[in-house]
């Protein structure tokens, strides 16, 4: 095991993350407005015109990502017709319909990452499948499931408003569509509307910009499936952020600029991710019927702190802390495990981790200054961690450049390039990677407001934080379901699991109604509030996320705000769909009233 100094590392993550704290908070960030709303425009699929929609349906669903489209899939197997999705895209995907940036792929692995593999009967190609892929998948989904023929595509949802005399909801939408719906699905996610970082000057740049999730390869060359940007060769380009995104992207902009200028506020944690192909014969000897939910299921043990599976599926850099935690646990003991035990084990798994993290950047990276500015001085979860075999190569090229803010972030942008400790570095191009927004109010994410029962909107009952049951049912809002990551199992590397699993909580709930001929379904007052009871984050995950430095896990670095990504079932994930699936498999459906 790796040798630390946990005093020296403790003073050293704290420094690093009061360096990084700011008042504003999410506050830093800016919409894309004014100037920049033209930026927001897809560049990937022409708008096609046609006449407002004024019609009615079963379920309407709104976002055409995972967790559209899983519900819609678990609907129409549950045998519930008229399904429509209404979605901003030009077509079906959510975040993998916007990320096509080069190098884009899933960081969990696609075994467990891509849902319906076993229904859609498709073969991941390699561990951590690409965004086409990924893409591509989506369009399987929504074909196969007969998802696309009623879709409502490039229009998003304006209003919605329940009409208490007819059960129903009226959805308006920017294309003037005003149709009804019985029952009504939020399905947005968390990481589709881009957000812009607060420089000073940023709206006074002369030169080209754009945002990761809106890639101009009209621009910089190339294609989403992998085309050399052979645009670039001369060109002077800036990247603003040191995320996931910039992680996946920098390599293949290092092989192609002229000058690359890779601008860090804080540096993330790159581990090793092995990626390669699958073999097919592989492929056929793990997947007998129920594959694909043995994996998730696996998964979610292995990294519980009380499960320990004794085969780790996936095995990979997310499952190593969680064995390495797990075999500090299990080591003999002269006492009972303590609660002070379980931190202090948690900790030193960390920054055994974290070093062997760190002197991977020393053995990469051949700049003695760069590979000092490139380590990361935080826990590991404290962001969302980073796996990639060629983002540390990358600054050994001579045309590429890390401008190391030491956690200040760039001072200004100007007319000709942009200024980080008083030196200006002039650039032909500045792209932002500075990803979505995820802790602001989620109805400014949805982009729409809800008018339910007697007039209720969903902004004032929401306006001390989401309040639901399971994430799911928010009472006053009767006919609605939210398929999202909060309030349930949420905790997860793999954000798919906890869609998937919303998606058949809302289809089982859907048939009960419609067999049971209810034309109104809603969660009691008192069920909301109890199930909000159990949201209280744990002491370990609160300690642990008050010390980390500043980011959207933790509210960047502020208390947790009354929209943060918080609220998880208390027992953890394991525990959770444990219950949910019970839940539902029981048919009593306790806490929902059905009528009308």
Same mark, same amino acid.
Not at 4 to 13: C, K, M, P, Q, S
Not at 246 to 256: E, R, S
């Given at each position: ?107 969990? %692995? ?43 595509? @490039? ?111 804080? $540096? ?119 796996? @990639? ?11 590429? @450049? ?90 997860? $590397? ?7 699993? %919303? ?56 208390? $947790? ?12 994930? %394991? ?22």
């Amino acid at each position: 095991m790796t040798e630390v100094d946990t005093g020296a590392l403790r003073e050293r993550y704290a420094a690093e993350r009061d360096k990084r704290l700011r008042p504003d908070g999410n506050d830093q960030y800016l919409e894309f407005k004014g100037r920049f709303e033209p930026m927001l425009a897809d560049p990937y699929t022409p708008r096609a015109e046609r006449a407002p929609v004024r019609d009615h349906v079963t379920v309407a669903i709104i976002g055409g990502g995972f967790a559209g489209l899983l519900t819609g899939a678990r609907l129409r197997e549950a045998g519930v017709g008229e399904v429509r999705i209404v979605e901003k895209g030009g077509g079906f995907g959510g975040t993998w319909y916007w990320n096509r940036y080069p190098g884009a792929q899933c960081d969990t %692995a696609a075994m467990i990452y891509m849902p319906l593999l076993e229904e859609t009967g498709h073969m991941p190609t390699e561990k951590y499948a690409h965004a086409p892929e990924i893409l591509e998948h989506c369009e399987r989904i929504a074909k196969q499931f007969g998802l696309r023929d009623d879709a409502l595509l @490039h229009t998003q949802v304006t209003g919605l408003e329940w009409d208490e005399a007819a059960s129903r909801w009226l959805v308006r939408t920017n294309r003037e569509d005003a149709f009804t719906a019985q029952f009504v699905v939020i399905g947005t996610g968390p990481l589709h509307v881009p957000k812009l970082p607060g420089i000073p000057g940023i709206e006074t740049f002369g030169g080209h910009c754009f945002h990761t999730s809106r890639w101009d390869y009209g621009y910089t060359g190339g294609d989403p499936a992998g085309a050399p940007m052979d645009r670039l060769a001369d060109q002077r380009v800036a990247i603003i952020g040191t995320g996931a995104t910039a992680v996946q992207c920098v390599p293949h902009l290092a092989g192609a600029c002229g000058a690359l200028y890779v601008c860090q506020r804080t $540096p993330s944690s790159v581990d090793v991710r092995g990626n390669e192909p699958i073999s097919p014969s592989w492929f056929a000897s793990v997947t007998s019927p129920g594959w694909q939910a043995r994996w998730l299921d696996n998964f979610v043990a292995t990294m519980s702190a009380e499960e320990w599976p004794a085969d780790d599926l996936v095995n990979d850099g997310w499952t190593d802390l969680a064995k390495r935690i797990r075999r500090r646990l299990a080591a003999p003991r002269s006492a009972p495990l303590t609660f002070e035990d379980l931190l202090a084990d948690f900790e030193l798994a960390d920054f055994e981790k974290m070093s062997e993290i760190r002197a991977r950047v020393d053995a990469v990276v051949h700049d003695e200054v760069t590979a000092h500015g490139l380590k990361a001085w935080y826990r590991q979860l404290c962001k969302r961690p980073c796996f @990639h075999d060629a983002y540390l190569d990358a600054y050994n090229l001579p045309s590429v @450049h890390l401008i190391d803010t030491d956690g200040r972030g760039v001072q200004r942008i100007t007319q000709a390039g942009l200024v980080v400790n008083d030196v200006e570095y002039q650039v032909d191009c500045i792209i932002y990677a500075s990803g979505f927004e995820v802790g602001t109010d989620p109805v400014r994410r949805y982009g729409f407001d809800a008018t339910g029962r007697d007039g209720l909107q969903l902004s004032a009952a929401w306006a001390d934080g989401m309040r639901t049951m399971h994430g799911v049912h928010a009472h006053g809002f009767p006919n609605v379901f939210v398929v999202q990551l909060a309030q349930g199992a949420n905790f997860l $590397p793999n954000v798919p699991h906890n869609l998937t699993d %919303a998606a058949k909580t809302v289809a089982a709930v859907v048939r009960h109604a419609i067999d049971g001929g209810h034309r109104q379904v809603e969660v009691t007052l008192q069920a909301q509030d109890d199930w909000m009871l159990r949201q209280v984050p744990s002491p370990l995950f609160s300690s642990f996320l008050a010390d980390c430095t500043p980011g959207y896990y933790n509210n960047e670095g502020h208390e $947790p705000g009354p929209h943060a990504l918080l609220g998880s079932y208390a027992d953890g994930a %394991a525990a959770y769909f444990r219950y949910i699936s019970q839940w539902r498999e029981s048919g009593s459906f306790d806490g929902l009233t059905f009528g009308g």
